[in-house]
């Protein structure tokens, strides 16, 4: 069975920064591309970044490109999602998800629970 745990959440201004980070265990983590989404209340989940096997190639949602990175440790099987320049809208829950390199969620069959970004104005 596929866990996938988040964690670096938390509260932060607008214009701060947060890195989240994505620990994968239960198959072979380099095999499967990786990518984020997140919910904010009342809105539907959201794609934000995707990054590949490798960790070459990289894809973004219109509304974080340029602000936003995502990367990978294989070794370590850890994705990560740097997040820049953070605006209230970015405040949502987000998720980490293992599947095909893919900004859909039906690319991918396993998700983890969830971190809570909050960014104050």
């Known amino acids: 069975q596929v866990q996938l745990v988040e964690s670096g959440g938390g509260l932060v201004q607008a214009g701060g920064s947060l890195r989240l980070s994505c620990a994968a265990s239960g198959r072979t983590f380099s095999r499967y591309a990786m990518g984020w989404f997140r919910q904010a209340p009342g809105k539907a989940r959201e794609f934000v970044a995707a990054?590949?096997?490798?960790?070459?190639?990289?894809y973004y949602g219109d509304s974080v490109k340029g602000r936003f990175i995502a990367s990978r440790d294989n070794a370590k099987k850890t994705v990560y999602l740097r997040m820049n320049s953070l605006k209230p809208e970015d405040t949502a829950v987000y998720y980490c998800?293992?599947?095909?390199?893919?900004?859909?969620?039906?690319?991918?069959?396993?998700w983890g629970q969830g971190t809570q970004v909050t960014v104050s104005s």
């Open positions: 998800a293992s599947g095909q390199f893919s900004h859909s969620e039906s690319g991918y069959d396993y």
């Open positions: 990054v590949d096997w490798y960790g070459v190639d990289t």
